[in-house]
T-cell receptor, first 115, second 115 residues
Framework: AQKVTQAQTEISVVEKEDVTLDCVYE???????LFWYKQPPSGELVFLIR??????QNEISGRYSWNFQKSTSSFNFTITASQVVDSAVYFC????????????FGKGTKLTVNP | GAVVSQHPSRVICKSGTSVKIECRSL??????MFWYRQFPKKSLMLMAT?????????EQGVEKDKFLINHASLTLSTLTVTSAHPEDSSFYIC???????????FGPGTRLTVT
């Protein structure tokens, strides 16, 4: 069965620090997508990235970067030079099963960036 | 990106009453919408998949008679919590899938409090 594990429940950093949020997944599928979403205090989920399992290249978008390691079933998310506005709960997700429209979410990591 | 709205954003109701929550895709047609439930400090749990013009598909353990879902058009799905009880108090989030494969856009959520 599909499973997403975000072992870090809460992380607290000081502004301008770099922070990495871990995501480990389990899947029987050979091809699949992985997602990251941000949920700020307002509650709305904001789509951050969708990654195809075919593509193991790291992706960078501004201060955000993602490291996909198929060999270790990990899809980690790094925020460089964190800002207070980055404070949110971040969820990693995986379709269950691949080809399904349903998403299985990890438990989320609450990131607090202090000024 | 695509916009999904939910109404109301917050609702307080008395035990035994029914509450309807609307989910609308504002700038795209969504043949499929999803309803999630999120308890405080918890992850999102898929309740049901709503398909336009057909019956919703409920996840295991979700009472279909209690959580009525209607997907009457390509831009609107509704979730009605019938005979609400305090344990139904939660954050309900909908999402809609547009033409892009596996990409879901989430609404801002509805916080339901049953007194």
């Amino acid at each position: 069965a599909q499973k997403v594990t975000q072992a870090q429940t809460e992380i607290s950093v000081v502004e301008k620090e770099d922070v990495t949020l871990d995501c480990v997944y389990e899947t029987r599928d050979t091809t699949y997508y992985l997602f990251w979403y941000k949920q700020p205090p307002s509650g709305e989920l904001v789509f951050l990235i969708r990654r195809n399992s075919f593509d193991e290249q790291n992706e960078i978008s501004g201060r955000y970067s993602w490291n996909f390691q198929k060999s270790t079933s990990s899809f980690n998310f790094t925020i460089t030079a964190s800002q207070v506005v980055d404070s949110a709960v971040y969820f990693c997700a995986l379709p269950a099963p691949a080809g399904s429209e349903k998403l299985v979410f990890g438990k989320g990591t609450k990131l607090t960036v202090n000024p | 990106g695509a916009v999904v709205s939910q109404h109301p954003s917050r609702v307080i109701c008395k035990s035994g009453t029914s509450v309807k929550i609307e989910c609308r895709s504002l700038d795209f047609q969504a043949t499929t919408m999803f309803w999630y439930r999120q308890f405080p400090k918890k992850s999102l749990m898929l309740m049901a998949t709503s398909n336009e013009g057909s019956k919703a598909t409920y996840e295991q353990g979700v009472e279909k008679d209690k959580f009525l879902i209607n997907h009457a058009s390509l831009t609107l799905s509704t979730l009605t919590v019938t005979s609400a009880h305090p344990e139904d108090s939660s954050f309900y989030i909908c999402s809609a899938r547009d033409g892009a494969l596996y990409e879901q856009y989430f609404g801002p959520g509805t916080r339901l409090t049953v007194t």
